[in-house]
């Protein structure tokens, strides 16, 4: 059955989203920007999700920048407040599979 030998022999040349590094949890004081990174890789290039507390964060949002320079993954956030403290998490999935991380942001005045 060639058809099914051909999908077989695709997902074998693809590979698993993986994190080589991943962003940190930190305390910050208000007022200051902060940038989460992580390192990652996966065949076919994985989606990136960015959330909050849940909260999927948009590319175009004005307290967000999202960074995508390929396999260097980076979440910046502006003018830090207190309502920014929460849980930030980065989904990469693909094809292959999918994978999480998470990291917690504390602000301090």
């Known amino acids: 059955d060639e058809v099914m030998q051909h999908a077989s022999d695709k997902k074998l040349r693809g590979k698993i989203p993986k994190f080589y590094s991943v962003p940190h949890n930190r305390v910050v004081e208000e007022g200051s920007t902060l940038k989460f990174q992580c390192a990652i ?12 507390d849940g909260q999927i964060i948009q590319a175009n949002d004005k307290k967000f920048s ?6 260097l993954q980076s979440l910046e956030i502006k003018n830090i407040r207190q309502d920014d403290a929460g849980l930030y998490r980065i989904t990469l999935e693909n094809e292959m ?13």
């Open 97 to 109: 599979g999918r994978i999480e991380t998470t990291a917690r942001l504390e602000v301090i005045r």
């Open 66 to 71: 999202i960074f995508d320079n390929k396999d």
């Open 41 to 52: 890789s996966g065949s076919p290039m994985p989606k990136i999700i960015w959330d909050k």
